[in-house]
């Protein structure tokens, strides 16, 4: 054997255990979708937006059969805690949304006390006084003053839907317990207080004494909330920096819905990037100094953002995306869902666009205004492509 035959044979030996590495390393990296869900195929994918085969855009302007090379296809899970890894989702056709939706019914919503127009095809115009309300529970400490109004802005322009800020729900801390406190009554027809007594009523908590952090129950909340809900309310959310659980079991929950009343709460606090947090103890909180204030602004507004169209795209029907990388892809934990898309799929697009009737062009446009004037680079060069993909501006994606 020659040496150049030998050294041949040595790159080629190399090689393969380079190869043999690799499939050793994605095996050990490997983790199983959840037991019996089988991810949809392209094919599937395309027939669950509900179009027609040959539409470019549903009407108007939105994306159906063409311009998938923007849409990731839905990624497999990573981590045995990823939402795919743990839940066999059926996920939610264009054509079942249309079947199972509420606000779509030709039968008035049990508990909406406001007008309801019968001929009515979209929510807006079944319910034209319905608006999105939002109120901070407790008082939002930011570097960014504006940051509550950014997020009503924001969530406005997502859904194409009015959307109402409420005043703040005052809570007070005292010794580990929090107090919802009860402002005193006031008529609007006379112009002042029909009463001069504020109360407060104990919230459910659990309190470590020796961190002295604290979370609120959503339950209890949930149940305060029933009562503030206004007349001509789609839903009502309540967003607070305080942290929340559910059960004793829970390290913490992002938030909870009841749906069928119409309320929800939801926490900003574990999705404050200057804050580390314990896998292991709900109570084990700590700086992270390295976060600059420019991006604890920036991440806050974007993950805050998403969580709540989220939430909100749910009380409206839109349930878990299992098509695409979306906006409405579950997570079972924090990173999971923050490198998830802020953008909506063509399937729950089109589900939203059916719903609201807002013109999908104008609607991105909105959109770029907003990420261009909050620096969400990513997002803003994102949305310019789709407005320029659907005006004939460009062929092709980049």
Not at 288 to 299: E, F, G, H, Q, R
Request: charged content about 25%; proline content about 5%; glycine content about 4%.
């Amino acid at each position: 054997m020659t040496e150049t035959n030998s050294a041949k044979l040595s790159k080629v030996d190399i090689h393969q255990k380079k190869q043999k590495l690799i499939r050793q390393k994605e095996e050990l990296s490997f983790v199983p979708f959840a037991t019996g869900f089988k991810p949809p195929t392209r094919c599937q994918s395309r027939l669950a937006i509900g179009c027609e085969p040959m539409m470019k855009d549903f009407d108007p302007g939105a994306e159906c059969s063409h311009g998938f090379e923007y849409f990731k296809t839905i990624p497999r899970p990573t981590d045995i805690d990823d939402w795919l890894a743990q839940y066999n989702e059926e996920g939610q056709t264009y054509k079942q949304f249309l079947n199972e939706c509420p606000w779509l019914s030709s039968r008035k919503r049990k508990y909406m006390s406001q007008t309801f127009v019968f001929s009515g095809k979209t929510l807006p115009q079944k319910y034209p006084d319905g608006k999105v309300y939002i109120v901070p529970l407790g008082e939002f400490q930011s570097e960014d003053p504006k940051f509550f109004d950014h997020l009503i802005e924001y969530t406005s322009i997502f859904l194409g839907l009015p959307v109402v800020p409420l005043p703040v729900i005052q809570l007070r801390e005292e010794n580990g317990d929090i107090f919802w406190i009860k402002e005193p009554l006031v008529s609007e027809a006379l112009q002042r207080r029909t009463s001069s007594r504020m109360s407060k009523q104990k919230l459910t908590t659990r309190y470590d004494f020796k961190s002295k952090h604290f979370q609120v129950c959503v339950d209890s909340c949930l149940m305060k909330l029933r009562q503030k809900i206004p007349s001509d309310a789609i839903c009502l959310i309540a967003l607070t920096m305080f942290d929340l659980y559910g059960d004793e079991t829970d390290l913490f929950v992002a938030g909870m819905a009841a749906g069928n009343q119409r309320v929800a709460v939801f926490s900003l606090y574990r999705y404050d990037p200057s804050l580390s947090f314990s896998k292991e103890n709900w109570y084990e909180v700590e700086p992270d100094k390295t976060v600059s204030k420019k991006d604890k602004i920036s991440l806050l507004l974007q993950r805050g953002s998403k969580l709540l169209v989220h939430e909100i795209c749910h009380l409206l029907g839109i349930d878990h995306c299992i098509y695409f990388d979306c906006c409405m892809n579950g997570s079972g934990h924090l990173a999971e869902d923050f490198r998830q898309s802020m953008h909506l799929c063509p399937v729950d697009l089109h589900k939203l666009h059916i719903l609201v009737g807002f013109d999908v062009v104008e609607r991105y446009k909105k959109l770029n205004e907003f990420y261009k004037k909050h620096h969400l680079i990513g997002e803003m060069e994102w949305v310019e492509r789709r407005i320029a993909y659907l005006t004939n501006k460009e062929e092709k994606p980049r």
